[in-house]
T-cell receptor, first 115, second 113 residues
Framework: ETGVTQTPRHLVMGMTNKKSLKCEQH?????MYWYKQSAKKPLELMFVYNFKEQTENNSVPSRFSPECPNSSHLFLHLHTLQPEDSALYLC??????????????FGPGTRLLVL | DAKTTQPTSMDCAEGRAANLPCNHS???????VYWYRQIHSQGPQYIIH???NNETNEMASLIITEDRKSSTLILPHATLRDTAVYYC??????????????FGQGTTLQVKP
């Protein structure tokens, strides 16, 4: 248990559906992250939020829409996804400060399958 | 792009020490070396990190060479549950000075009975 929870743990959706992934951290951190891990590939950073403000968007397609209402919650809204978007989506958080405060703690991930 | 180089895979006998090497020859003076591991289909787990001194915690030891161009993660008594992909990462600062972790392919460690 890392203090970062993600729901749902598994999700199957059609290409015309709209769904949302939720992440919550109970660590008092100020920075939150979304990563994507496709089969047999390294983790890819998607978005970074620091104090609720988006600070990084790693050229992610607009069918992925993040939302960070407060420092404890992070959402990833999904719409009109493609089958190649099937992957493990991981959320992480960190203190957000420099130095050792950058240690990121990951949630268990949401396994997404797009049909 | 990842700034580290690791062997693709390694084997280790149960109960023995597992020594996982990592090269990071282009590391900058203020960049930390982080180690994470990922057990199949789970989220990555933080192990240890360091700047230039050797570090030890309840999970592992991190040995960083004096020139900081390479490091070794040591699991002193590997168990079957240590079978995982181990990532050596050099933190890169993002646009807002929030650190970004760039994951490479990592080393798949197989602990065998």
């Amino acid at each position: 248990e890392t203090g970062v929870t993600q729901t749902p743990r598994h999700l199957v959706m059609g290409m015309t559906n709209k769904k949302s992934l939720k992440c919550e951290q109970h660590l008092g951190h100020n920075a939150m992250y979304w990563y994507k891990q496709s089969a047999k590939k390294p983790l890819e950073l998607m978005f970074v939020y620091n104090f609720k403000e988006q600070t990084e968007n790693n050229s992610v397609p607009s069918r992925f829409s993040p939302e960070c209402p407060n420092s404890s919650h992070l959402f990833l809204h999904l719409h009109t996804l493609q089958p190649e978007d099937s992957a493990l989506y991981l959320c992480a958080s960190s203190q957000g400060a420099s130095g050792s405060g950058e240690t990121q703690y990951f949630g268990p991930g949401t396994r997404l399958l797009v049909l | 792009d990842a700034k580290t180089t690791q062997p693709t895979s390694m084997d280790c006998a149960e109960g023995r020490a597992a020594n996982l090497p990592c090269n990071h020859s282009t590391i900058s003076g203020n960049e930390y070396v982080y180690w994470y591991r990922q057990i199949h289909s789970q989220g990555p787990q933080y192990i240890i990190h360091g700047l230039k001194n050797n570090e030890t915690n309840e999970m592992a030891s991190l040995i960083i060479t004096e020139d900081r161009k390479s490091s070794t993660l040591i699991l002193p008594h590997a168990t079957l549950r240590d079978t995982a992909v181990y990532y050596c990462i050099v933190r890169v600062y993002g646009s807002s000075n929030t650190g970004k972790l760039i994951f490479g392919q990592g080393t798949t460690l197989q602990v065998k009975p």
